[in-house]
């Protein structure tokens, strides 16, 4: 999965921009929160301006050093670990929200900016962006965007992806770039699609393969007056998604903020470690958990139509789920994956994975038979539910002292599973990298791609398999 790591030359610093190379300052540059192996940067350069990024990349490219692009560090698939060393562009300073525009719904906000910052900003003028992962409040923005995020708004919105207006992109050569109706003279943001193709796309889930992405332009939307929790638990996973695939048809999810659903050996764990008195076989074989937002008889109208269609497909309510779990990881902001572990080991490995919601059961399918084939590890899933189809997430808990090189083995062999399964790589990264290989037409765009606009071949080495 990881190559080795590459000592390179040291890129000059512009003015303004803050170096260090001392092996104590690049340890927190090693790895994100992900079960890839970390790699050794030899330079980190924390730039405060785009100008300053243009030209690390020129020198960067003359000099053939890689360049990683670091957010937060919260992401799950290995994309900003430097394998291949070089240089780490910490993009923390350029953290300014540059502005809130009510009138045409669109907030323009640099990538360093903290999902928790904008937030603080926005909630007084009654106002969200549409999609807000589960890793805020301590996700940059321009990570969410090169790695293409989901959570808080998916049901209603899809993906992170679906609400950017535009971008600004600096290129491998230094080339300033803006997408969408910013590219024409003094236009600004307002309009992705106005002009030819779509360029904002190819840095859309990039993992700065093919850019770095500096400012970023979002819709907004008004926050929900009124939110509810409620949790429906399934005979099976085949009533559950019969039932999904029934709300997204009918287009009855746009009064819920977030969905996401549990399979039975995680409630299991959840519940019965909170209540051990329970008979885990009353336990139903799925739950789902619904997050509604809006007018307080917009959401009651939601909460009733919701419970009549689960019990079409003999769903009942499972209040017990949502007062021990589903009702907290949404009020208390709980990262679902840790929570989702109960802490039992030192670390957690996820494979995100994107999929029709009628292949819900042969997900599920994949995650029980890595149980079955890697019963040292601990393994969950989870799925969350968008306005089309659904992001499965398999989660693999293991002792990174003792099960590190078993974890990294288990993940692999699942992600084939995966893809065989008819599932496909979502926030690839390096942990899909070799699935992503095997797409053999697609995988031979994106290298021509690649080509052209980074043909020393310096941004992200590694990642989506580039």
């Not at 990039?206 to 929790?229: C, E, Q, S, Y």
Request: neutral net charge.
């Amino acid at each position: 999965m990881i190559g080795a790591t590459v000592l390179g030359p040291l890129v000059r610093a512009p003015d303004g921009a803050l170096s260090f190379d001392e092996p104590v300052d690049l340890l927190t540059y090693q790895r994100d929160c992900s079960a890839v192996a970390a790699g050794v940067a030899t330079q980190v350069i924390r730039p405060s301006e785009a100008t300053q990024i243009a030209g690390v990349l020129r020198e960067a490219s003359a000099a053939g050093v890689p360049v990683y692009v670091r957010g937060g560090g919260t992401m799950y698939a290995g994309g900003v670990n430097p394998h291949a060393g070089g240089l780490v562009l910490d993009m923390g300073g350029l953290d300014r929200v540059l502005d809130i525009d009510v009138e045409r719904g669109v907030v323009t906000v640099e990538p360093g900016v903290r999902f928790g910052t904008l937030a603080q900003l926005l909630t007084p003028l009654g106002l969200t962006i549409g999609i807000v992962p589960s890793t805020a409040p301590s996700a940059t923005i321009g990570g969410a965007a090169a790695a293409h995020a989901l959570g808080t708004g998916s049901a209603r919105f899809q993906s992170f992806a679906d609400q950017v207006v535009g971008l600004e992109v600096v290129l491998a050569d230094g080339t300033l770039l803006r997408t969408g109706s910013a590219a024409a003279r003094d236009a600004g943001f307002f309009h992705r699609y106005g002009i030819g193709p779509d360029l904002t796309g190819l840095f859309l889930g990039g993992d700065a393969t093919l850019g770095v992405i500096t400012k970023i332009a979002l819709w907004l939307h008004p926050l929900p007056a009124t939110r509810a929790t409620g949790c429906y638990g399934f005979a099976d996973p085949q009533a559950a998604a019969a039932f999904l695939s029934e709300l997204q048809r009918g287009e009855t999810l746009q009064h819920v903020w977030y969905a996401s659903g549990y399979e039975a050996g995680s409630v299991r764990a959840r519940v019965t470690a909170a209540r051990p008195d329970i008979d885990p076989a009353t336990l139903p074989g799925f739950c789902l958990g619904f997050d509604y937002g809006g007018e307080a008889g917009d959401v009651t109208q939601a909460r009733d139509r919701v419970l009549a269609t689960a019990q079409r497909h003999g769903g009942r309510e499972f209040p017990l789920f949502n007062e021990l779990y589903f009702d907290r990881l949404r009020n208390d902001q709980i990262y679902w994956y840790s929570f989702a572990g109960y802490f039992s080991r030192s670390r957690c490995g996820i494979l995100m994975a994107s999929l029709p919601t009628a292949r819900m059961p042969a997900f599920l399918s994949v995650l029980n038979a890595s149980r079955a084939a890697e019963p040292t590890l601990v393994w969950g899933g989870a799925v969350v539910v968008c306005r089309r189809g659904l992001h499965g997430g398999v989660m693999a808990f293991y002792d990174e002292a003792t099960q590190w090189p078993a974890a990294q083995a288990a993940m692999q062999a699942c992600a084939a599973a995966l893809r065989e399964a008819g599932c496909i790589p979502y926030k690839s990264g390096k942990m899909w990298a070799s699935e992503v290989r095997r797409m053999d037409s697609y995988h031979a765009t994106l290298r021509r791609i690649k080509a052209a606009l980074d043909p020393a071949g310096i941004l992200s080495p590694g990642n989506l398999g580039l």
